[in-house]
């Protein structure tokens, strides 16, 4: 954003307007500007063009004119609103400087200030405005983007009404608060106070930590507090907060029973699953309400895989939660036992269990053997049935081998091939593909269920000119049923794999998206997992290279235009992962070696396949950016500075202030006794080192601070003449940002000439008493003498010491913003001179 004032000289008149571009759209317009306007929403980098012009001839005139960033305070848009968790209750603030971004529901056009606040399932927020300056309105919503979606409340008069909500939808959300004014001209101050209480935590709520439950037992619970599991309907929809149990089934048939019958307090759902650990579970049964259970409780009557351990996961209709008590019964009735293949000759519908009896007729000829693979073309399609067939035990291919399948083979003619069984079966499909020979496959790569094809299946490869390739076409667990199999081929596109990737130019600072080149995932092959995010197949991408710039810094822009994208950056085709991110958009890439060519894989999901482009350019650091390359500093000087696209600095640890985010250097040579660096009223939380020695791993801590104006920094200390300090700005934790760097240099006192005046009383005096974060010590007695400084607590215990060689100021400044409110004791020694001891507070209320 930029801050634009146009004075009106005379004798005419002016108006303005900005474009980005000449003959393009345009962004701010004004017809008589008065005062600095503040225009936001533009892009960093970009070129606008500013008209200024008058109505006719007869009122032309004179202007000045200034323009100026404008960084907006903290809470002033979405993109900065202020998170409650990082504040401490009650908060006082204003809307005075904001703008105005939001003028939804009972919001109107006056300045707003944002705050959000993430709030756990069951959790309990009260949070109001108990006072203002300023006939204020607010509005409190939660869900989607900012300002939230779901409105919770929209008041107006009076200002101080408290609001209540309750999350009980099942898992965190959002919630926003947009503070406003009831007048379009109107700002002020106001305090925001708020309270999260946090439900109890559920100990079973993951299935991981399932309560076990006994034949014949009853156990209470809850689903207060828990959260929506994403494992997928079962039995009946999965859309309320759950919570699980655990047992293993006997090994005599008999149903089963779980249930909430007349217990429950809430609409509830039961749905039951197998599998030896919880990430791959298998739904067995689920239940919603049941005839003759009241408030919509449930009882399931379900058949268990006898032996095996089972899942119970207790949920509820839409998002309802609340108490209940469940009970398993596991001998509800006999269960019937027999063969339950429908392929067998001896099949019995009436059977629930299989007791192994099953006959089967010979097994077919033909395609149920790799060697009698059937031979098929590019465009054509081909019927075929599993049914029968024998289990091939060819491992896992991309997906796991349990049930019968039967063999094809197409020959590779450089296409793309797809082979698809895509809503054309009967049962639950698998495919996988092998290169080699029958006595000897080698498997390519393979799949079970894809998006837009319910449980059937497709598969895609670039093929190799004259490679024979095998497909096999099996089912999921034991399934098998009659098929279509389609074979299409279409020429792959632009860089479909790493050794065709297309090259990229990395563009000049400021050169995206000017430089984006524009690709497809559409017809591009699978090339499986990408690690370390996405460790799934079915990714179908496509591969660009570029040249590493010699600043090894550069940011990647990707936007997707139609379907989802995800992107990696490989050293080498097979090399190793340097970036993965699985919702990239704007991402700074560090590390790289000048010179050195990368990799990078766009993909997308299979069935979301679509266009994007990339641009890549490259981003320089700071000159500053090395303690070698450091600014030098002029006494009483202002500078400003970034640390935005610095490196983290392998600096000593300086007064407790270690270095862990990106920071820039300064340096000078002392010529005066007293010294003081700081980035007061800087727009980022900064940390200030200094140091003396050298910048070849010899730097030796002199002073540093964090945070002293706000989370902003000031080092103030006595240096050596003479001697050059090394200055490193930096940020709190990882953060980085602009800056403004103050250095004051006082005037250097000249030292008394003769004899040291005989005093009265003991020449001591403290200013203020009680002190805050600094207290003065007047020494003019002792100047040019020896003398140490002590302050004790009233424990006795040391908490600061400074020696000094030689008195030159005649007031020495001390740090105690680090010392706690209460009594204290400073001691003087002057050398020759005796012991001098004075008592100071420290008040109870900093600033």
Not at 101 to 125: G, K, M, Q, R, W
Not at 211 to 236: F, Q
Not at 535 to 560: C, K, M, Q, R
Not at 691 to 701: A, K
């Amino acid at each position: 954003g930029i801050s634009i004032d146009i004075i009106d000289l005379g004798p005419g008149d002016q108006e303005a307007a900005i474009y980005d571009g000449c003959g393009g759209n345009e962004v701010w317009c004004e017809s008589f500007p008065s005062g600095p306007e503040i225009v936001g929403g533009l892009i960093p980098g970009a070129t606008y063009y500013l008209i200024v012009w008058s109505d006719g001839t007869t009122l032309t005139g004179s202007f000045d004119m200034c323009i100026e960033e404008f960084m907006p305070p903290p809470g002033d848009n979405c993109g900065n609103a202020q998170d409650l968790a990082t504040l401490t209750s009650p908060y006082s603030s204003t809307t005075s400087g904001y703008s105005d971004d939001e003028d939804v529901s009972c919001l109107n056009a006056s300045v707003d200030h944002i705050f959000y606040i993430d709030v756990p399932s069951a959790a309990t927020l009260t949070i109001s405005t108990p006072t203002d300056t300023y006939d204020s309105r607010h509005r409190v919503a939660y869900g989607g983007a900012c300002p939230g979606d779901n409105e919770i409340d929209c008041i107006d008069d009076p200002d101080n009404q408290v609001t209540t909500w309750i999350n009980t939808t099942g898992m965190m959300q959002r919630v926003y608060w947009v503070q406003e004014a009831f007048s379009t001209t109107t700002s002020g101050d106001f305090t925001l106070e708020w309270d999260l209480v946090l439900p109890p935590p559920v100990p079973n709520d993951d299935c991981a930590d399932a309560e076990p439950i006994a034949c014949g037992e009853t156990v209470s619970g809850t689903t207060l507090g828990a959260n929506i599991d994403a494992i997928g309907d079962c039995g009946t929809e999965i859309t309320g907060p759950g919570v699980w149990y655990t047992f293993t089934a006997g090994t005599i048939p008999r149903f089963y029973s779980l249930s909430t019958c007349n217990q429950a307090g809430y609409d509830t759902k039961i749905s039951v699953f197998t599998g030896d650990v919880c990430g791959e579970l298998t739904c067995l049964a689920g239940a919603d309400d049941t005839d003759g259970c009241s408030g919509g409780s449930t009882e399931l009557i379900f058949t268990p895989s006898l032996g095996r351990v089972h899942y119970v996961l207790v949920h509820g209709f839409g998002q309802e939660q609340g108490a209940f008590d469940l009970t398993l019964d596991c001998d509800v009735e006999a269960i019937p036992t027999g063969c339950t293949d429908p392929t067998a000759t001896n099949y019995d519908p009436d059977a629930l269990v299989d007791d192994g009896s099953c006959v089967y007729a010979p097994a077919p000829t033909g395609n149920d053997d790799c060697a009698g693979a059937i031979a098929v073309s590019c465009g054509q399609t081909v019927s075929g049935s599993t049914t029968g067939a024998t289990f091939d035990g060819v491992g896992t291919c991309g997906t796991s081998n349990t049930a019968p399948g039967v063999w094809y083979t197409v020959v590779g003619n450089g296409d793309l091939i797809t082979a698809s069984t895509c809503n054309q079966a009967s049962f639950d499909t698998k495919i996988s593909i092998f290169t080699g020979s029958c006595g000897s496959l080698s498997c390519l790569q393979g799949d079970d269920d894809d998006t837009g094809c319910g449980l059937t299946t497709t598969e895609s490869w670039l093929s190799t000119p004259g490679v024979t390739y095998y497909i096999l076409i099996h089912g999921f667990g034991t399934a098998a049923g009659d098929f279509d199999l389609t074979v299409t081929c279409a020429p792959p596109p632009a860089g479909d794999d790493c050794a065709t990737a297309t090259p990229i130019t990395v563009a000049p600072p400021g050169g995206c998206p000017a430089n984006a080149v524009f690709g497809s995932t559409i017809g591009a092959s699978d090339d499986g997992p990408q690690s370390p995010c996405d460790g799934t197949t079915n990714n179908i991408g496509v591969w660009y290279s570029f040249t590493a710039p010699a600043s090894g810094i550069v940011n990647l822009n990707i936007v997707e235009i139609t379907g989802n994208h995800e992107a990696a950056i490989y050293t080498g085709c097979g090399g190793a992962s340097v970036f993965c991110d699985i919702t990239p958009n704007s991402e700074l890439i560090t590390g790289l070696t000048p010179g050195a060519t990368y990799y990078l894989i766009v993909w997308s999901d299979a069935g979301l396949e679509g266009d994007h482009s990339v641009c890549i350019e490259e981003i320089i650091a700071p000159d500053n950016d090395n303690c070698a390359d450091a600014i030098e500093l002029s006494c009483n000087t202002t500078v400003t500075g970034s640390t935005t696209f610095a490196s983290p600095d392998a600096a000593p640890t300086c007064d407790g202030q270690t270095v862990t985010a990106p920071g820039v250097w300064y340096t000078f040579v002392a010529t005066t006794r007293s010294v003081n660096v700081n980035t007061c009223g800087s727009n980022f939380d900064t940390k200030i080192s200094v140091y003396s020695g050298g910048c070849g791993g010899e730097l030796v801590c002199v002073a540093g601070n964090d945070d002293y104006c706000g989370t902003q920094s000031s080092v103030s200390f006595v240096p050596d003449l003479g001697q050059r300090y090394y200055v490193l700005v930096h940020g709190f934790g990882s953060a980085t940002g602009s800056f403004h760097l103050e250095y004051d240099c006082e005037n250097p006192i000249p030292r008394p000439q003769g004899t040291t005046p005989v005093v009265t009383d003991d020449g001591i005096s403290l200013f203020p008493n009680p002190a805050q974060d600094e207290l003065n010590v007047k020494l003019n007695a002792f100047l040019g003498d020896k003398a140490t400084l002590s302050v004790h607590n009233s424990l006795g215990q040391l908490m600061m010491e400074r020696r000094i060689d030689q008195v030159e100021l005649p007031v020495e400044r001390l740090n105690t913003s680090q010392l706690q409110s209460g009594l204290y004791f400073l001691t003087v020694d002057v050398e020759g001179k005796g012991r001098f001891t004075k008592k100071f507070m420290i008040g109870s209320s900093r600033p």
